[in-house]
């Protein structure tokens, strides 16, 4: 089968790629353009439990421009004053108990007749690095997980990272050398790769073998002066990551606290 990936289309404002956003319990990059872009673009948005904390700490001055469309969780990170606000503006909230599944994986499920109604093609799930190794290696295997919940391409992303799975078969990866920084790699987290074939990296691999223990494909180059496409074949399971650039937002706002006021909001500024 032959997959086509354009992960950096979905950061540009222009693109009418039909997207979900995920937020997961991490600081929100306002400081970053890409979180309005996706914020602005996206048709499904979905706070997961201790993300809609950051959300609502973020967007202090006009919280209610900032209204997900659902709110997920097994809530044991939500804070109460959270969950009561946007309860009284009607957000549409789902429990998710079950603690043998995470979160995210649950919003997933949660969200899947919305995404397939509104014929969402990828998920973009903020906030998936930085903070514990378990809740990484989770979403990780979110990926994998996702294959049985939903169509949607899902998509991995940090202010400097984006990942996401590649199933066995022949795909396409779009890069861009203004949005990507140069750096890649192709890790065999699941299961071990017998035959990888790639081309437009400057490590590149002809029916290799990629297994933990032996080799991993780590601090690859994208070769992306020659060409603006990575092709990869794979016969498992593998991810792909690469890094990514995102540019600074002039103006920030970010507050963590309640009960912040303008003076505390300026002082901080200056
Ligand atoms: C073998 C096994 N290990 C660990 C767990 C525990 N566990 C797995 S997923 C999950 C829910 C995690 O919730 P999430 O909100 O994703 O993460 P949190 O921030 O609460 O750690 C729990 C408790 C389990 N059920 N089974
Ligand atoms: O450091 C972290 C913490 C959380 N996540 C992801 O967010 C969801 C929700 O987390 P809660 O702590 O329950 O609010 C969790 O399922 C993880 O996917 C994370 O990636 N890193």
């Not at 396409?172 to 990296?201: F, K, R």
């Not at 490590?203 to 297994?211: H, I, P, S, T």
């Not at 991993?216 to 498992?236: Q, R, Y």
């Amino acid at each position: 089968m032959t997959y086509q990936w354009n992960p950096l289309l979905y950061l540009k404002p222009e693109s009418e790629e039909k997207l979900a956003l995920v937020l997961l319990n991490q600081p929100l990059p306002t400081d970053r353009k890409l979180f309005k872009v996706l914020w602005s673009k996206a048709l499904l948005k979905i706070a997961v439990d201790g993300g809609t904390n950051h959300l609502y700490n973020t967007h202090i001055h006009n919280r209610e421009e900032y209204l997900p469309d659902l709110i997920t969780g097994d809530f044991d990170s939500i804070q109460p004053y959270v969950k009561s606000y946007y309860e009284e503006q009607s957000v549409e909230i789902v429990e998710t108990p079950d603690q043998n599944s995470t979160d995210f994986t649950k919003a997933l499920k949660a969200a899947s007749d919305k995404i397939k109604e509104k014929e969402i093609k990828s998920v973009i799930v903020l906030g998936s690095f930085g903070g514990r190794l378990d809740h990484i290696f989770a979403n990780i295997n979110s990926l994998y997980e996702a294959s049985e919940i939903t169509d949607a391409q899902i998509i991995l992303i940090s202010v400097d990272t984006v990942a996401f799975l590649l199933q066995p078969g022949q795909h396409t990866i779009s890069v861009d050398p203004q949005t990507c920084a140069e750096w890649c790699g192709l890790i065999p987290v699941g299961e071990p790769c017998n035959s990888v074939t790639t081309t437009g990296l400057k490590w590149n691999l002809d029916k290799q073998r990629l297994k933990f223990g032996d080799l991993i494909s780590t601090s690859n180059t994208l070769e992306s002066e020659s060409t603006n496409i990575v092709a990869v074949e794979t016969d498992a399971t593998l991810i792909w990551t690469m890094g990514i650039i995102t540019e600074k937002e002039e103006d920030i706002v970010y507050q963590m606290e309640e009960g912040v006021t303008e003076m505390s909001l300026k002082l901080k500024k200056n």
